[in-house]
């Protein structure tokens, strides 16, 4: 078992939040003193807050940035293709 405390802040990660739950790929926005403002990237695009102590059952992979591109290149044309436009980057969408 794993806590958010020791995920960085803009890293993309690879994570089973529970034994036995398909994967997510999480990426940390805000770190406060006690809390982290978290997205999960999963069929639908959530935020959130998550206490430090909250635990993640396992931590598959931090991502590389070449990876996080990819993966960011494929997830954002997808969403272009099914939404008819718009980028994920331009903070029109939150």
């Not at 995920?7 to 940390?28: A, F, G, M, T």
């Amino acid at each position: 078992m794993y806590s958010y405390a020791i995920l960085e802040p803009d890293c993309y990660y690879l994570v089973q939040l529970e034994e036995n739950s398909p994967l997510s790929l999480i990426q940390v926005k805000v770190v406060s003193d006690y809390a982290m403002y978290v997205v999960n990237y999963g069929n639908e695009l959530t935020m959130k807050w998550v206490k430090k102590s909250e635990e993640i059952f396992d931590i598959i992979e931090l991502l590389s940035d070449e990876t996080a591109q990819k993966w960011l290149d494929v997830y954002t044309n997808n969403e272009e293709s099914f939404y008819g436009g718009g980028n994920l980057n331009n903070g029109d969408d939150f």
